[in-house]
């Protein structure tokens, strides 16, 4: 299982940005897919998820309105498309799977997730 993200880069105050996610060994059809990010030596924050089995998407109140979270499956790819970025959102910017077909809370939790990626750095001049 493998979940590779790319797409971060240094952009200004109030531009867009999109991250991708591209995910093997899994099907995005039973693993919801969620988006966190993380500061230097700081615990991993949750920014949004989705889940293509239930049809659903969540997303942090931080987020809300400016991000969209979406998935391909035929590429078996998460995409993060962030807009009106401000520079809190600076952070290495993670993607992980977590094994599931019915959710019934939102898998904002990280112990949910099974498989990481690495990340991709997103710092937002201002």
């Known amino acids: 299982v493998q979940l590779v993200e790319s797409g971060g880069a240094l952009v200004q105050t109030g531009e867009s940005l999109t991250l991708s996610c591209a995910v093997s060994?899994?099907?995005?059809?039973?693993?919801?897919i969620g988006w966190f990010r993380q500061a230097p030596g700081m615990a991993r924050e949750w920014v949004a998820s989705?889940?293509?089995?239930?049809?659903?998407?969540w997303y942090d109140d931080s987020v809300r309105g400016r991000f969209a979270v979406s998935a391909d499956t035929a590429k078996n790819t998460v995409y993060l498309q962030m807009n009106n970025l401000e520079p809190d959102d600076s952070d290495l910017y993670l993607c992980?799977?977590?094994?599931?077909?019915?959710?019934?809370?939102?898998?904002?939790?990280?112990?949910?997730?099974?498989?990481w990626g690495r990340g991709t750095r997103v710092t937002v001049s201002s």
């Open positions: 992980g799977a977590a094994y599931s077909t019915d959710w019934f809370i939102t898998p904002s939790g990280d112990g949910w997730y099974d498989y």
């Open positions: 060994g899994i099907s995005l059809t039973k693993y919801a």
């Open positions: 989705i889940s293509i089995s239930d049809d659903k998407e």
